[in-house]
């Protein structure tokens, strides 16, 4: 039997009760009961990321960087959740963005995002990251990229999103993303 694409999950949020990653823990449980199920693997590196340093982007890359890519490398795809901070992607995520362009890791991947924002929220964050993934050559899919708003009453203890509806939506995000990789 062949082995289930991987789909890496980026949280764009340092904070621990961060909506975003509560938008992909719920996804990385959706994957496990999906039929067949895929797999999803949630990238927890971010806040270990050093300063991006053009300088630095030379083999050998520091750890946590060539962590970063090869995590990217083994994944068939790639899922973000990013809070918009003042208007954009908060400095933490573009700094691991920054990380992506100096390598082909993510090139051609099959990328999309979910805004967890309330309507009227986070269009900034969304469109500066369709810019750099641009840059970095991802192969966005917009039919993929939602909105699904985390309503903190449909949260469970495990920080699991409940509703059926969300849960449904996140399926179909995933469905897309591993049907074109």
């Not at 797999?39 to 990321?49: E, K, Q």
């Not at 991006?52 to 490398?73: C, K, Q, S």
């Not at 269009?123 to 917009?142: F, N, S």
């Amino acid at each position: 039997m062949p082995t289930a694409p991987v789909i890496l999950l980026l949280s764009g949020s340092l904070r621990a009760g961060s909506s975003n990653k509560t938008v992909l823990r719920t996804a990385r449980s959706v994957a496990a009961e999906a039929s067949p199920p895929l797999r999803a693997v949630l990238y927890d590196g971010l806040g270990g990321l050093p300063h991006f340093n053009p300088d630095d982007d030379t083999d050998p890359l520091p750890a946590p960087v060539a962590a970063l890519r090869a995590a990217i490398a083994r994944a068939a795809a790639v899922l973000v959740c990013a809070p918009e901070y003042a208007g954009g992607l908060p400095g933490s995520f573009k700094n691991l963005l920054d990380w992506t362009v100096g390598g082909t890791e993510i090139c051609d991947k099959p990328v999309a995002w979910v805004n967890a924002a309330a309507p009227g929220r986070g269009e900034g964050a969304q469109a500066q990251l369709r810019t750099v993934l641009g840059y970095t050559g991802a192969a966005v899919v917009d039919p993929a990229c939602v909105r699904i708003p985390v309503a903190r009453g449909a949260v469970d203890a495990d920080g699991i999103i409940t509703d059926p509806a969300a849960r449904a939506r996140l399926a179909e995000v995933l469905a897309l993303l591993a049907g074109v990789a």
